[in-house]
């Protein structure tokens, strides 16, 4: 199933007086990229957070993001009174302090190394909020994978009104090809007689077939014409397919093997009403190229 690269997915829990919000954006990238964004006393989650991501979205560019609010009284720090207290007797020992002339800032006293502790039980309150994280990361992920679904259904429809716009005009170059090698050797053929009559030259009828075979045969496009059709061929088999895996990077060495072909058809053949199918066929093929880059 084709799945768009571009996709949004949230997902959130209470969990022992916190509470968790947990936010995926993926945007198209050649391959798999993650950024996890992550308060942080939860830092340590990132590379699983990373593996996870990395096992459900294989492309794209994936922005997650989790934020936590604790209103429990656990997650108050300790403090550590011996170290404030040794604090606050040096500094009344300086000048000038002991007297009141300089006040003493609770706030800033705080904030001396040491003097704020986390609570004892912070590895537990870790443990009890990887699975929660955990859980919510699958959970946005597939609200994610809901939405590059539906995107990729509108994906496949464009790229099938393309690939239509190839067939239909490989019809017509098909159809015109034929016409186009007897009017090629109609040409040679008098050019190579109208230069031997000027030049006063004979030459066998064996000769001037074979001339004209070599030079009919290098404007043949019958076999680019093939190509060409089974590449779009293959190209719908892939739209179409039910199976799970992605084919972005896929699709476009097909558009590239099509324009190829396209390229070759043009310039082989000078005729005015294949020109102009090709120059649809290569608007579509352009249009193709800009729309897998959205594919997984």
Excluded: W
């Amino acid at each position: 199933m084709i799945r768009s690269m571009t996709g949004f997915g949230e997902a959130s829990a209470h969990a022992d007086g916190m509470h968790f919000f947990l936010e995926l954006r993926s945007l198209n990238a050649k391959y798999f990229k993650a950024v996890i964004r992550l308060p942080e006393e939860f830092q340590v989650f990132e590379a699983e957070l990373e593996s996870r991501l990395r096992n459900t979205l294989r492309r794209g560019s994936v922005v997650l993001s989790l934020k936590v609010s604790d209103k429990s009284a656990t997650a108050a720090f300790d403090i550590n009174t011996s170290a404030l207290s040794r604090y606050v007797e040096q500094i009344q020992q300086c000048e000038h302090v002991g007297s009141g002339t300089v006040p003493l800032d609770l706030a800033a006293l705080l904030a001396l190394p040491g003097v704020l502790q986390p609570p004892g039980d912070e590895q537990a309150r870790i443990d009890a909020a990887r699975a929660v994280v955990h859980k919510l990361c699958d959970e946005a992920a597939k609200h994610l994978i809901l939405m590059r679904k539906r995107e990729g259904v509108s994906l496949v429809d464009d790229l099938m009104a393309q690939r239509q716009t190839i067939a239909d005009r490989l019809t017509v170059i098909e159809g015109r090809a034929p016409e186009v090698i007897s009017e090629y050797e109609a040409r040679i053929r008098s050019r190579i007689e109208s230069t031997l009559n000027d030049l006063g030259v004979s030459a066998e009828p064996a000769d001037i077939v074979k001339e004209v075979a070599l030079a009919a045969e290098r404007a043949d496009v019958s076999e680019e014409i093939t190509r060409l059709s089974t590449h779009i061929d293959q190209f719908a088999e892939m739209l179409s397919s039910d199976e799970d895996r992605p084919v972005g990077r896929t699709l476009d060495f097909l558009a590239q093997e099509m324009l190829r072909e396209a390229n070759t058809i043009g310039s082989k053949c000078g005729d005015a009403e294949i020109a102009r199918a090709i120059v649809e066929v290569k608007g579509a093929i352009d249009r193709i190229k800009e729309q897998v880059q959205n594919v997984e």
